[in-house]
T-cell receptor, first 113, second 114 residues
Framework: KAGVTQTPRYLIKTRGQQVTLSCSPI?????VSWYQQTPGQGLQFLFE???????NKGNFPGRFSGRQFSNSRSEMNVSTLELGDSALYLC????????????FGSGTQLSVL | GENVEQHPSTLSVQEGDSAVIKCTYS??????FPWYKQELGKRPQLIID?????GEKKDQRIAVTLNKTAKHFSLHITETQPEDSAVYFC?????????????FGTGTKLQVIP
């Protein structure tokens, strides 16, 4: 089985731009969650989707949004980028709604200049 | 909501020694506690987990203990090796509206000195 795939691997953007990141979960996994990782801040939860429905959202501004498609693939969008948005964005998938045994992707490294 | 605290933030041990990482959680309803290991430049991977109805679980050199009364759980690594060097994240999972909500600790950077 292929693992969780995130694209692109690296992104460089400038302030004010918007960006879309993609996550393809492991085949058969229906839950996808997104995390922001910065040095010293651990894994900050962004949001989580199950069967195309957002079930939970972290404490991030409305500039951060996401969605999940019928094939379980997910995208997250960040609008009006700020320097502080520079981070590694990880997505994780799990088989069912219990979010046990998360499988992470390699992440998208976003740099905002 | 659930709050997970993790200590220490960094830990250096000599190869062969043991390492212990501790986490506390705030909500007694949490019922599942996984640990993830993230090597430098790589994705986090689940290494061990424990449910609230179990006090201890072991897998070769790693073990996790859970004290529900005190609301804390710990990761124990014995006979550490250089390849154990990584960032370790604990997490607590709590039932929420028919699914489970996962909250991560802030991570512990473990350095094993050869």
């Amino acid at each position: 089985k292929a693992g969780v795939t995130q694209t692109p691997r690296y992104l460089i953007k400038t302030r004010g731009q918007q960006v879309t990141l993609s996550c393809s979960p492991i085949s058969g996994h229906r839950s996808v969650s997104w995390y922001q990782q910065t040095p010293g801040q651990g894994l900050q939860f962004l949001f989580e989707y199950f069967s195309e429905t957002q079930r939970n959202k972290g404490n991030f501004p409305g500039r951060f949004s996401g969605r999940q498609f019928s094939n379980s693939r997910s995208e997250m969008n960040v609008s009006t980028l700020e320097l502080g948005d520079s981070a590694l964005y990880l997505c994780a998938s799990s088989l069912g709604p219990d979010n046990e045994k998360l499988f992470f992707g390699s992440g998208t490294q976003l740099s905002v200049l | 909501g659930e709050n997970v605290e993790q200590h220490p933030s960094t830990l250096s041990v000599q190869e062969g020694d043991s390492a212990v990482i501790k986490c506390t959680y705030s909500d007694s309803a949490s019922n599942y506690f996984p640990w993830y290991k993230q090597e430098l430049g790589k994705r986090p991977q689940l290494i061990i987990d424990i449910r609230s109805n179990v006090g201890e679980k072991k897998d070769q050199r790693i073990a996790v203990t859970l004290n529900k009364t005190a609301k804390h759980f710990s990761l124990h690594i014995t006979e550490t090796q250089p390849e154990d060097s990584a960032v370790y994240f604990c997490a607590a999972s709590i039932p929420s509206g028919g699914y489970q909500k996962v909250t991560f600790g802030t991570g512990t950077k473990l350095q094993v000195i050869p």
